[in-house]
């Protein structure tokens, strides 16, 4: 059996959730950085934008949240997505960034990384905590073949994945979004073999079987939309 924190467990998000989410995610980065100057109205203009984007990627997504036995209640929550280049990444509008400009020959499975919060509430097994939320976003991405992963990601989060020995490239200058000092990056999918083997022992699981076909079936599909769309 995969290794479970005490107390908590992990389970996918359903659909009828991301409400629930998008709040956590909101209320616990303010909580985060004593973020006391909102008003309900920029609170709801800050997740109506963020729920668009979710309800944007959710088809193409798995998204993991760490409940608590006791409440159930969202501790923890992260995602990955499939890009069906369909869809805008938040980095298009935040940053300017063309994405068809940072792509990567032979690099062509393109992911995207996002809702990566941890709640401060936890502090036991936070280490463990973290490093199976990203196993669990990471593991599909790594097994897929060659890829890039896209996120807009807090700048002390990049120095935490380097002291785990994952790189991470810097694409432009960073932003403050959402209180915090955030960077638009992309990882390569072979900088994140070392840390999947390594801690596959310990946190691996059927889940991550399943995640991985789910993810093969929306690879497929658009490769066969793609392939038709030549002709």
């Known amino acids: 059996m995969s290794w479970q924190p005490n107390n908590f467990y992990f389970s996918r998000l359903r659909k009828d959730e991301l409400k629930d989410l998008v709040s956590f995610v ?15 109205q920029s609170f709801e203009n800050e997740f109506e934008y963020l729920l668009k984007e979710d ?9 993991y949240v760490l409940r608590n036995h006791f409440d159930h209640k969202i501790y923890g929550s992260i995602k990955t997505t499939y890009w069906d280049r ?19 020959p032979d690099y062509l499975n393109i992911w995207h990384l996002g809702r990566f919060v941890i709640s401060g509430k936890i502090c036991e097994e936070r280490i463990g905590i973290l490093k199976k939320m990203l196993f669990n ?4 991405i790594s097994t897929m073949g060659a890829g890039l992963v896209l996120a807009e990601c807090d700048k002390k989060l990049t120095m935490t994945l380097k002291k785990m020995g994952i790189d991470s490239f810097v694409l432009g200058d960073s932003i403050e979004y959402i209180c915090s000092e955030t960077l638009p990056i992309y990882i390569k999918s072979d900088w994140l073999n070392q840390y999947i083997s390594s801690n596959s022992q310990r946190y691996l699981d059927k889940e991550n079987s399943q995640d991985f076909q789910f993810f093969l ?3 497929n599909s658009n490769v066969e939309v793609n392939t038709d769309a030549n002709f």
Not at 26 to 40: A, G, M, S, W
Not at 55 to 63: D, E, I, M, P, T
Request: aromatic share 20%; no cysteine.
């Open 26 to 40: 909101v209320l616990e980065i303010y909580e985060h950085f004593n973020y006391k100057d909102y008003t309900q």
């Open 217 to 219: 079936k929306k690879i």
């Open 55 to 63: 309800l944007a990627f959710f088809g193409n997504s798995v998204y």
């Open 137 to 140: 976003a990471f593991y599909p």
């Open 86 to 104: 369909a869809a805008t990444i938040p980095m298009e509008k935040l940053f300017g960034i063309n994405v068809q400009d940072v792509l990567i």
